[in-house]
C-alpha cells in the first residue's frame, strides 16, 4: 500500500515549515546584523548602507587588540573569563552540595531554610547594591575580582531548588542500600551521586558560567579601576560611535556561549527540565 | 514567661533610648589657614604613590603618560610614583574617596570640583605657592569658596571650557563668496549667523534628502544649548539658590530658537550620541557634517580622525596631516538674531545680531582630601601647572589655557575665547553642589522641545505661552530635585 | 509525663547548668575534654569580640556616628555608614552565638541523658564522625549560609534600615547620618512629584509583569510545542536558533536592539525610505511611550522565550507517551490532546517556573535600562520616565541621584508587593497543594 497524499497533513507540515522557518529568521537576524557590524569598514552605526555595510574589514578586530590605551579589551576579556571560571567551580559546588543536602536529609529547619530562600529570591539582586558597595568596601574587595567571586559564589547557593529538583528524582534505596554496606555519608555523595548527576553538574556549570560571564550591573558597581575591568563594563563604557567595536568586542563574549550551548544542549533541556518537573 | 519576654523589650527599648541619647554629636571644629595648610609644608614625601586622575583625551593621547614619566623623573630622588588612576573619567569622588578607592589628584570641570569642595572631599591649596597670578580673578572665583571664615581656593585652574563653532573649509559651497557673504568681510555667513547656518543647513539637508547636514550637534547637550537661553537674558542662580533665573523673561525667545534649530537638525541629533557622532560625521570621505559646535578641546581628535580619513584615500601621513589642520577651522559661536528669529534672511548682519552667551567652565587640578600624600600631590599640580607644562598640554590636547599669557602667546582659538571670557560673554556655571540638579531637567527641557519639532505629531510649543509653561515647569523640577535633595 | 519527668531531671543535673552559665563547661565535667575546651574557647572568644569591637558596634549602630570627620584636616570622624553595616555584623554574631549557645546546652543535655542511661560518652573522634554522617548537612550548609547571611541577607537588613535614615543627598560621609524614623516614607507618599511618579509607574509594571510573563510562558510553551511537531525535520538544527538568543548576553542583545531601532539606526531608516512611515516616526525618542514599551515586550519575548521553551520541551519529553496513545484511541484530536493533557500537564509541572519568571519580568532592569541609554526624566515623572519600571527608578534614585533612604523605602515598598503576590501565588498554586510545600 502507498502512502496516500493527504492534504491536510500536507497543509499542517508546510505551516510547521514556514513558521520555523519565521521564527529562526527573527531569532537569527540580530545576530547576523550585529556580526556583520563587526566588519563595517567605518566603524559606527550611520554608515550602513540599508541594514548591512558598505565595505567590509578586519580593521575593528584590529583596533580592539591593539588600542588597548582606549580600550584593553584583551585586559577585560582576561578578567572576565577569570571570574567566571573560578566562580563557575565555586558554585556549583556549593550548589550541587546544598541540594544534595537539602533533597537527602530532612532536619528540623529545612523547610524553614527552603521558605527563606524563596523570599530572599523575590528581592531583586541589585537591590542591594548600595549596601554590596558598604560591605565590600568594609571588607577591602573594591576594584578586587575575588570580591566579585564571592558575590557570584553566594549570590548563586541560592538557586539551588532546581538542583534539588533533580536530587529529588534519585531513588531512595540505592542510598540506603550503600548505607547498609557501610559507606559513609560522604562517600555514598562522592561515589553514587555525583556519578548519576552528571547532567545536572553540567547544567548547574553553566549556568553558574554564564552569569558572572554576561553580568553588567555587579562590575560595574564594584569595579572602579578600569584595570579591572569585565567586557561587559567595558563594552558598555564606549561611545557609541564605536559601534562596531561593540559589536566586534560582543562577539568574543557571544561566541563561546554559544557554542557551550549547543555543544551541551542535551543538558541543558534534561537538566532544566529534571529540575523542574514536580513529580 | 510572658512577663520575661515583656521584661526584655523594655529593657531593649530602654538600653536603645539611653544609647541614642549619649550619642551627643560633635562638629569638626574650626581651623585657621595655617592649621589647614600645614600639611602641605615639608619635603614631599617619600616613595609616594599618586593617582592622577585626567580627561579621557588626555589617557588616549598618551600625553597623560608622557606627563607622569616627566614628572617622576623631576622628583626621582623622592622616589615618587605618579601614575594613571585609571578610572573613568567622570568617577565620583564622593563615592569613592572616603572609603580610598578615589584619585588622588584629579582633574574635572568646576562645577564638580566645588561640589566636592562643598562636601569637604577635596583640600584647600595654598595659593601663595601656586602661580596664579595670571589667572583672571573670574576664573579663580570658580574655585573660590568660604570655610571657616577664610577665602580658600580648592583647585588649580588650568583650562577654559565654551563653546566654539569647528567647520570643514572644503565643504563650503564654491560659490560662498559670492552667496553666502552678504556683509563681504570674508566670513562666511554660514559660520558668523545662526541665521546663515540655519538656512544653509536646511539647504544641503534638502538638496541631500537628508543624508547630510550643515550643523551636526546633540540637541540634547544641556551644556551647549543653555547658551541659546542665557544670550537672551536667562541666569541659572540670582542672588540665592532659590532664585532659578532660567524662565526669566526673554528666555522663551531663545528656546523658540532652538526649537526651529532642532526642526532642521532632525530627530537623529536627539541623542547623548550625536556629541561623539560628530567627530565621525564632520571627518568621514563622505562629510556628511559640514560644522559642529563644541568645546574648542574637540578639534584634536577631529584632526586625528580627518587625517587618518584622507589617509584612507591615498594620502601621505605628512600631507593628510597638514591638510587636516588646514581644512578644519575653529570659530567662535555664531551670532545670534536680536528677534530671535533665525528663519528669516538678514538684510544687516551688524545691527540685526549680536554676540551669543555660551556657558563655560573652568577645569582644574584639585588635591583629594583623601590622598595619603598632600604633599607630592600639590608638587603634581604645581608641575602640571608651570608654564611650560600647560603650554605643552594646551598644544597636545587643544586646551585653551586659562592662564592670559600662555592664551595671548598661542593665539587663535585660545586668544579668541580669552577674549570671550574677559567681555563677558562666558557663562561660568554655578561653582555649587546644586549647579548638578539643573543638569537632568535642562536635558529633559531641550529633549522635549526638540522632540516638538521633530518627531512630535501635534507639536504643543508653537506658543509663546507653550514655552514660557515649559521653562517655568524646568525650574519647578530644578525646585525639586533641589528640594529632595536636601531632604534626603 | 515519663518524658517530662526525664527532662526535668535532666535540666537539673549541675552538669546541664554549668554549661547554661558558661559553653563547654558542662562538657568538660562530661569527660568530653576536647569539645568542651573548644566550646569554652568560642565563649571567650565571643566575650572578647564584644568588649573590644561588639559593644561598640551595638552603640554605634544606635548613634550612627558621634563625631563628623574633616577629611580636610585629615581628622578621620565617624563614618555612618559603615557604623551601620558593622552594628547589622554584630548583631548577626550575637544571633549566631545564641544559636550555638542552645546547641551547646542541647548537647550537654543528650549526653547527660546518655550517663544517666548509663552509656558510654561519645569520644571526639566519635563526634567528629557524626558530622561526616547523621550530621553531614551541618558540614554542607554552614559555608553556603554564611555566604548568603553575609552577601544576601545582611544587604537587605542594610537596605531596609537605611530606609529609615536621612543617609543621602547631602548627607553622605563624612557627614554624620542620623535616624529619622519614616520620614523618607513620608516624602514618598506625601510629596505631589513621588506619589504620582509611583502611581503611574507601578500601574505600568504591573501590566509589563503581567504581560512580559504571558508572553515570554505562552511563547515558550508554544515553540515548544512547534518544535516538537511529529513532521518537523532536523529538530536539533532548527533548535539552535533560539538557542542564539539563549546563549547571548542580554546587556549584548539588548544594546544591539537599541542601536537597531534608533533614530540613525537601520529599521527607522529603513521604513522612512520605504515611505511606510511618516517623517516623524520614531521608536525610541524622549516621550516615545508605547513604541518603546512594545519594543520592550519584543525584546523581552526575543530574549526570554528560549528558555522557558527549552524548559517546557524537556518537560514534553517526559509527558507519558501512553497517555497520549489512549487519548488517540480515544479519538481526542490533535487540539483536545494540547487543550486536556498537555496544557494541565505542563501547567502544573512549571507553575513555580512561571512565579519566577513573574518575579523577574517584574524586576526586569536591565530591559529599559539598555533599551533608553540616556538619562531622560519625561513630564510628569520624577526621576523617571515612562518606560520604566519601578526598578529602574529605584537605580535613578539612588546610583543616578544618590538618595540612598528614598530608594531603600522605595524598595521596601516594591519588596511588600512582590511578597505578598508571591505568597497568594505559591498557597494557590497546584503544586503547592498537592506538596503542601515547594520542591
Not at chain 2, 508653537?462 to 534626603?488: F, Y
Not at chain 3, 566575650?47 to 573590644?52: A, E, G, M, R, V
Amino acid at each position: 500500500m502507498k502512502a496516500k497524499f493527504r492534504p491536510a497533513r500536507a497543509f499542517k507540515t508546510a505551516l510547521v515549515y514556514l513558521l520555523v522557518l519565521l521564527v529562526s529568521f527573527i531569532f537569527a537576524f540580530p545576530c547576523i546584523w550585529l556580526v556583520l557590524s563587526a566588519f563595517n569598514a567605518e566603524g559606527d552605526l550611520l554608515t550602513l548602507d540599508g541594514f548591512f555595510p558598505e565595505t567590509y574589514s578586519l580593521e575593528t578586530f584590529r583596533r580592539l587588540f591593539t588600542e588597548t590605551n582606549k580600550y584593553d579589551y584583551p585586559r577585560w576579556f582576561g578578567n572576565t573569563l577569570f571570574v567566571a571560571a573560578v566562580s563557575c567551580v565555586i558554585s556549583t559546588f556549593l550548589v550541587i552540595a546544598v541540594a544534595y543536602t537539602i533533597s537527602r536529609y530532612r532536619f528540623k529547619s529545612r523547610k524553614s531554610l527552603m521558605k527563606a530562600t524563596l523570599i530572599l529570591g523575590i528581592f531583586p539582586n541589585f537591590m542591594n547594591m548600595t549596601a554590596l558597595y558598604v560591605i565590600m568596601t568594609q571588607l577591602h574587595l573594591i576594584n578586587n575580582l575575588w570580591g566579585l567571586i564571592l558575590l557570584y559564589s553566594s549570590g548563586s547557593a541560592m538557586g539551588f531548588l532546581v538542583q534539588k529538583g533533580f536530587f529529588d528524582t534519585i531513588p531512595s534505596t540505592i542510598y540506603d542500600a550503600a548505607t547498609l554496606d557501610g559507606a559513609s555519608d560522604f562517600r555514598v555523595f562522592i561515589s553514587i551521586t555525583l556519578p548519576l548527576s552528571k547532567p545536572m553538574i553540567v547544567y548547574t556549570a553553566l549556568t553558574a558560567f554564564v552569569w558572572p560571564w554576561a553580568d553588567f550591573m555587579l562590575p560595574s558597581m564594584l569595579l572602579v579601576d578600569k584595570s579591572s575591568w569585565t567586557v561587559a563594563v567595558g563594552l558598555n563604557s564606549l561611545d557609541d560611535s564605536e559601534f562596531s567595536i561593540f559589536a566586534a568586542g560582543s562577539m568574543f563574549v557571544a561566541v563561546p556561549i554559544i557554542v557551550l550551548y549547543v555543544a551541551l544542549s542535551k543538558y541543558l533541556i534534561e537538566g532544566g527540565a529534571a529540575g523542574a518537573v514536580k513529580e | 514567661m510572658k512577663a520575661k519576654t515583656f521584661g526584655l523589650c523594655l529593657m531593649a527599648a530602654l538600653a536603645a533610648l539611653t544609647l541614642t541619647a549619649c550619642g551627643e554629636r560633635t562638629g569638626g571644629g574650626t581651623f585657621t589657614y595655617e592649621e589647614l595648610m600645614a600639611k602641605f609644608e615639608g619635603d614631599i614625601e617619600e616613595n609616594a604613590v599618586i593617582r592622577v586622575l585626567d580627561n579621557q583625551m588626555a589617557v588616549e593621547t598618551g600625553h597623560l603618560q608622557e606627563v607622569l614619566d616627566a614628572f617622576n623623573e623631576r622628583y626621582a630622588e623622592y622616589n615618587v610614583q605618579a601614575v594613571d588612576a585609571n578610572m573613568d573619567q567622570y568617577v565620583d569622588l564622593e563615592q569613592n574617596g572616603p572609603d580610598g578607592y578615589g584619585p588622588d589628584v584629579l582633574y574635572q570641570a568646576n562645577d564638580m570640583l566645588m561640589r566636592y569642595a562643598e562636601g569637604g572631599h577635596i583640600l584647600p591649596l595654598p595659593t601663595e605657592e601656586l602661580d596664579i597670578a595670571e589667572i583672571p580673578s573670574s576664573v579663580m572665583d570658580a574655585y573660590k569658596l568660604e570655610t571657616y571664615g577664610l577665602d580658600l581656593y580648592y583647585a588649580m585652574p588650568v583650562a577654559q571650557q565654551s563653546t566654539v563653532l569647528t567647520y570643514r573649509k572644503d565643504l563650503l559651497p564654491e560659490n560662498w563668496e559670492e552667496e553666502w557673504d552678504d556683509n563681504e568681510n570674508g566670513v562666511p555667513d554660514m559660520v558668523e549667523t545662526m541665521n546663515g547656518l540655519y538656512a544653509y543647513s536646511k539647504q544641503v539637508k534638502e538638496s541631500s534628502s537628508g543624508s547630510k547636514y550643515g550643523l551636526y550637534m546633540s540637541l540634547v547637550d544641556q551644556y551647549f544649548n543653555t547658551g541659546y537661553l542665557l544670550s537672551y537674558g536667562a541666569y541659572v542662580f540670582g542672588e540665592t539658590h532659590d532664585d532659578i533665573g532660567l524662565a526669566a523673561d526673554g528666555a522663551e525667545v531663545g528656546l523658540n530658537l532652538f526649537r526651529d534649530l532642532a526642526g532642521v537638525l532632525g530627530s537623529t541629533c536627539i541623542s547623548q550620541n550625536a556629541t561623539t557622532q560628530a567627530a565621525t560625521y564632520l571627518t568621514n570621505s563622505a562629510g556628511t557634517a559640514f560644522c559642529t559646535i563644541g568645546t574648542p578641546d574637540w578639534l584634536t581628535t577631529f584632526r586625528e580622525n580627518l587625517a587618518a580619513t584622507y589617509v584612507r584615500g591615498g594620502m601621505s601621513e605628512a600631507e593628510a596631516t597638514a591638510a587636516a589642520e588646514e581644512n578644519l577651522v575653529v570659530v567662535a559661536p555664531p551670532r545670534l538674531p536680536t528677534d530671535g528669529d533665525i528663519t528669516k534672511e538678514l538684510t544687516d548682519i551688524e545691527g540685526e545680531t549680536f554676540a551669543p552667551t555660551t556657558m563655560g567652565g573652568v577645569n582644574a587640578f584639585g588635591i583629594s582630601a583623601y590622598t595619603k600624600y598632600p604633599k607630592a600631590s600639590l608638587a603634581f599640580v604645581k608641575f602640571v601647572s608651570e608654564y611650560e607644562n600647560l603650554r605643552w598640554r594646551c598644544e597636545a590636547l587643544g586646551a585653551v589655557p586659562a592662564r592670559l599669557d600662555l592664551a595671548e602667546e598661542l593665539g587663535g582659538v585660545s586668544e579668541m575665547l580669552s577674549e570671550r571670557v574677559a567681555s563677558g560673554l562666558v557663562y561660568m556655571m554655578p561653582s555649587t553642589r546644586d549647579t548638578q540638579y539643573i543638569w537632568d531637567p535642562l536635558s529633559s527641557l531641550f529633549n522635549d522641545v526638540a522632540t516638538d519639532n521633530t518627531t512630535r505629531n501635534t507639536p504643543i510649543y508653537t506658543t509663546e505661552e507653550a514655552l514660557k509653561g515649559a521653562l517655568e515647569k524646568l525650574v519647578s523640577d530644578i525646585r525639586s530635585a533641589m528640594a529632595v535633595g536636601n531632604i534626603s | 509525663m515519663a518524658v517530662k519527668q526525664g527532662k526535668a531531671g535532666v535540666c537539673s543535673d549541675y552538669r546541664v547548668k554549668l554549661s547554661c552559665a558558661f559553653m563547654g563547661l558542662g562538657q568538660l565535667f562530661c569527660r568530653q575534654f576536647i569539645k568542651g575546651a573548644l566550646l569554652m574557647l568560642f565563649e571567650i572568644g565571643f566575650i572578647l569580640f564584644l568588649i573590644f569591637q561588639g559593644v561598640e558596634n551595638i552603640i554605634g549602630l544606635f548613634t550612627l556616628g558621634t563625631t563628623e570627620g574633616v577629611p580636610i584636616m585629615g581628622i578621620e570622624g565617624d563614618n555612618s555608614v559603615s557604623m551601620l553595616a558593622w552594628g547589622i555584623t554584630t548583631l548577626f554574631f550575637i544571633a549566631f552565638f545564641a544559636l550555638a549557645y542552645h546547641a551547646n546546652i542541647k548537647d550537654v543535655i543528650f549526653t547527660v541523658r546518655e550517663i544517666q542511661k548509663g552509656n558510654r560518652v561519645r569520644t571526639f573522634r566519635e563526634s567528629l564522625s557524626t558530622l561526616l554522617n547523621q550530621k553531614f548537612y551541618v558540614l554542607t550548609l554552614t559555608v553556603p549560609l554564611v555566604f548568603v547571611c553575609v552577601f544576601n541577607v545582611m544587604p537587605i537588613v542594610f537596605t531596609a534600615l537605611v530606609a529609615f535614615t536621612d543617609y543621602g543627598g547631602e548627607i553622605v560621609p563624612p557627614r554624620l547620618v542620623s535616624w529619622t524614623g519614616l520620614q523618607s516614607f513620608k516624602v514618598i507618599f506625601t510629596m505631589s512629584e513621588y506619589i504620582g511618579t509611583m502611581g503611574k509607574i507601578l500601574a505600568w509594571n504591573i501590566l509589563w509583569g503581567f504581560g512580559s510573563t504571558f508572553l515570554v510562558y505562552f511563547g515558550g510553551l508554544g515553540l515548544a510545542l512547534l518544535y516538537n511537531a511529529r513532521c518537523l525535520k532536523w529538530k536539533r538544527f532548527w533548535r539552535v536558533f533560539p538557542m542564539l538568543a539563549y546563549a547571548i548576553p542580554s546587556f549584548i542583545t539588548l544594546t544591539g536592539f537599541c542601536f537597531m531601532f534608533c533614530d540613525s539606526g537601520p529599521i527607522v531608516g529603513q521604513l522612512k525610505a520605504l515611505e511606510w512611515v511618516g517623517e516623524t516616526f520614531t521608536i525610541i525618542s524622549y516621550d516615545s511611550k508605547w513604541s518603546l514599551r512594545l519594543l520592550g515586550f519584543f525584546c523581552c519575548a526575543w530574549i526570554g522565550i528560549p528558555s522557558v521553551m527549552f524548559l517546557a520541551t524537556g518537560i514534553l519529553s517526559n509527558a507519558s507517551k501512553d497517555m497520549y496513545e489512549a487519548a488517540r484511541l480515544d479519538g481526542a484530536n490533535g487540539f483536545q490532546q494540547f487543550w486536556y493533557l498537555t496544557l494541565p500537564f505542563v501547567l502544573f509541572a512549571t507553575t513555580p517556573v512561571i512565579i519566577s519568571t513573574f518575579i523577574n519580568q517584574f524586576n526586569n532592569f536591565s530591559i529599559f535600562y539598555f533599551l533608553r541609554p540616556e538619562t531622560v526624566y519625561a513630564p510628569g515623572y520624577f526621576n523617571a520616565n515612562s518606560s520604566d519600571l519601578l526598578i529602574n527608578w529605584m537605580y535613578n534614585l539612588t546610583v543616578e541621584n544618590g538618595l540612598y533612604s528614598l530608594g531603600s523605602a522605595l524598595s521596601l515598598i516594591l519588596f511588600a508587593f512582590m511578597a505578598v503576590f508571591s505568597l497568594v501565588a505559591y498557597v494557590t498554586s497546584p503544586a503547592y497543594k498537592k506538596e503542601d510545600t515547594y520542591r
